[in-house]
């Protein structure tokens, strides 16, 4: 791999930021407890493909329904706020009809630059592609009452998502939509993905770990693509150490990981006391301020980071 001048430059740019740095450090300091991590998620990643996941013969609308009878059966408040927040005209509706072609999340909810919320479906024919409808509607709830002035985190609304995902595939599976095994299949299949984002995370840590503070330049470049091409997933590597040139992306690829950690443990006290933690969590909802994750972490789950970890590892320990 060659790389140009112009390249390497905007590179050792992008690299030498001080929030890049920072969140190298921080990484470091928990990647025990990140390998561990993926050492789990790795062992039931295996051979578990798109086409494990439960077919669904559903149009837009069917999940739509589906979706919005879980949340008036969650909690009569949720329901008729996000009712009224999709019956808002002012609310911009960016709908495609279900296929098979439609790419993985690329649903989203955003407020345009003029202030507009918009949400945009286009979900697959299977189990994920209801479970993104779920998780775009809990967007909705997060971002309402704010405006892209005084917007939550991007870690905040993700938490507040994804947990709300996992309480509605249980319900699917409470009302025997779900079979027990298209449950377990459809939470490996979803940690499969918050995995490869983790390795992403581990590229460009090894990367900024290996120039340990130093720039890129076309010597040192020889010697990391050595090390480079001992890895099994070499070309991995490549494409993250190019994509570098433009952006570090770790701390936002990092948002999935503890948003995985933060509401599987929030899930599992749901599955306990069902009422009370619907009633913390829709506390949190009105939170609108930033905050930053490991205070978070302490209002939700009373933990620290290490010790959230070290949950989530004993919960899934199985
Ligand atoms: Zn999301």
Redesign the pocket.
């Known amino acids: 791999m060659t790389l140009v001048d112009s390249e390497i430059e905007s590179f050792n740019k992008t690299c030498q930021k001080k929030e890049v740095k920072e969140f190298n450090d921080f990484l470091n300091s928990i990647r025990p407890y990140l390998d561990r991590l993926h050492k789990s998620w790795s062992e039931i990643d295996k051979g578990i493909t798109t086409e494990s996941l439960k077919e669904l013969n559903c149009s837009l609308n069917d999940m739509i329904k589906i979706v919005l009878d879980f949340y008036s059966n969650l909690d009569k408040d949720l329901y008729n706020t996000l009712i009224n927040i999709l019956n808002d005209e002012k609310t911009k509706k960016d709908y495609q009809e279900v296929s098979p072609n439609n790419k993985w999340?690329i649903?989203?909810?955003k407020y345009e630059p003029d202030g507009t919320l918009c949400i945009g479906l286009r979900p697959q024919n299977n189990l994920y592609g209801l479970a993104s409808v779920c998780?775009?509607f809990?967007?909705l709830l997060s971002r309402f009452g704010q405006d892209s002035t005084n917007s939550k985190s991007d870690l905040f609304?993700?938490v507040e998502?994804?947990f709300l995902e996992k309480v509605f595939i249980e319900y699917l599976y409470n009302i025997n939509f779900i079979t027990e095994e298209e449950r377990k299949t459809y939470f490996r299949f979803y940690k499969s993905s918050v995995n490869d984002k983790l390795q992403e995370i581990f590229y460009e840590n090894d990367i900024l770990n290996y120039l340990n503070g130093n720039s890129l330049t076309n010597e040192n470049l020889k010697v990391l693509e050595e090390m480079i091409a001992k890895s099994p997933k070499a070309k991995d590597f490549y494409r993250r150490l190019s994509f570098m040139q433009n952006d570090v992306h770790s701390a936002w690829y990092f948002i999935y990981v503890l948003g995985e950690v933060i509401s599987e443990l929030l899930f599992e006290e749901y599955r306990k006391e069902p009422q009370k933690t619907v009633a913390k969590f829709k506390e949190y909802l009105g939170h609108t301020a930033d905050i930053d994750p490991q205070t978070m972490l302490k209002d939700l789950t009373n933990k620290s980071l290490e010790e959230a970890i070290e949950t989530y590892l004993e919960i899934n320990k199985e």
């Open positions: 999340r649903n989203y909810t998780h775009e809990a967007h609304p993700e998502s994804m």
